[in-house]
């Protein structure tokens, strides 16, 4: 079965760096888009990024544009996120994501907390 598995949340201060990965199994990993999606307490969830089966085209959210970048390995079935310059609103529950034959499957979610 597909699983999506989400790793390299924390705690960084305003202005810092983190990369996110998330380790896919159960499908042919590079015959699908991959992308993040995030979810702040109280706010629905929202797209932040998308990467084409073999790294390209990207595509991000207005407000990420610029500071994040989403790559993929498909050696490894990896997808990261690597997020810079990093603000409070940035503080959300991010969540890997890719579109099977009939819905979307999504990993359980890594934490990422943006605080002084």
């Known amino acids: 079965q597909v699983q999506l598995v989400e790793s390299g949340g924390g705690l960084v201060q305003p202005g810092g760096s983190l990369r996110i990965s998330c380790t896919a199994s159960?499908?042919?990993?590079?015959?699908?888009?991959m992308s993040w999606y995030r979810q702040a307490p109280g706010k629905q969830r929202e797209l932040v990024a998308t990467?084409?089966?073999?790294?390209?085209?990207?595509n991000y959210a207005d407000s990420v544009n610029g500071r994040f970048t989403i790559s993929r390995d498909n050696a490894k079935n990896t997808v990261n996120l690597q997020m810079n310059s990093l603000k409070t609103e940035d503080t959300a529950v991010y969540y890997c994501?890719?579109?099977?034959?009939?819905?979307?499957?999504w990993g359980q979610g890594t934490q990422v907390t943006v605080s002084s």
């Open positions: 994501n890719t579109m099977g034959p009939e819905r979307p499957y």
């Open positions: 159960g499908f042919t990993f590079n015959r699908n888009a």
């Open positions: 990467i084409g089966r073999f790294g390209g085209p990207t």
